[in-house]
């Protein structure tokens, strides 16, 4: 199994990039939807929400109120720790669950929107991140979230920095453009994950075979019994 880090600042096309990796065979971890799914009413995810954050971040229906929430959180660092403290154990535990659900011969790509800052690159065989510039991820956020530009910026603020996320890239996809340059460099990462995929297994095989002739070579050391034999 290859296990990848997929990561990229909000705005930055995560989503679009997992979705296309998603269609050429890969296996997806989302990291957002397992943290949406451990604080769902009757979890004890939103259980310990409550008791940090009060009841007033509940909506009327008892489930998460995201929007107030996050109004919280990203206005002050402390407070959005003490979010993350609750939240990113249940998501690690989940995210290992499914992880180990994989076989031999897949690859998991693990979109993480917090990698760099969790300092959670050398966990992965390979980190690929997904670049923007800021004005391109602001329009998308604004656009296609509803966001207003301040909102935008100021979730931006609360992540990592471009060149922080890029230090730790084994590749960079650049989704600056419209869907139809983004295509080609998201196939040309899946070979590159697919060759590097079939090198780790057969790395693994021949360490396996190793592992075997080891284990045939003590056998016949021993003597009838599994004593060693006396040496004459």
């Known amino acids: 199994m290859l296990n990848v880090g997929l990561t990229g600042g909000i705005g930055a ?4 990039v997992a979705g296309l990796l998603v ?7 989302d990291s957002d939807r397992i943290a949406r799914e451990v604080v769902e009413p009757g979890t004890e995810g939103l259980a310990a929400v409550v008791a940090e954050f009060g009841a007033d971040v509940l909506a009327a229906d008892g489930t998460l109120d995201r929007p107030k929430l996050g109004a919280i959180v990203f206005a002050d660092e402390e407070r959005r720790k003490a979010l993350n403290a609750i939240v990113h154990p249940l998501v690690g535990h989940r995210s290992a669950e499914l992880r180990a659900t994989a076989g031999p011969d897949d690859i998991v790509v693990n979109d993480v929107p917090l990698l760099t800052e969790n300092e959670l ?31 935008a910026r100021a979730r931006m603020a609360a992540q990592a920095t471009r060149e922080q996320r890029l230090a730790v890239a084994d590749i960079v996809i650049d989704n600056d453009g419209p869907i139809e340059k983004l295509e080609p460099q998201v ?20 360490a396996d075979d ?11 050391a021993a003597g009838p019994a599994g004593d060693a034999s006396p040496q004459v």
């Open 13 to 16: 096309g995560k989503s679009a």
């Open 23 to 29: 269609e050429y065979g890969a296996i997806l971890i």
């Open 121 to 151: 690159a050398p966990f992965y065989d390979l980190v690929i991140v997904v670049d923007a510039g800021t004005d391109t991820r602001v329009d998308r956020l604004v656009r296609q979230r509803g966001m207003s530009e301040d909102e």
């Open 187 to 206: 196939r040309a990462a899946w070979q590159r994950l697919r060759a590097l995929a079939d090198d780790k297994k057969a790395d693994h095989t021949k």
């Open 210 to 220: 190793t592992k075997a002739d080891a284990t045939q070579a003590d056998d016949r």
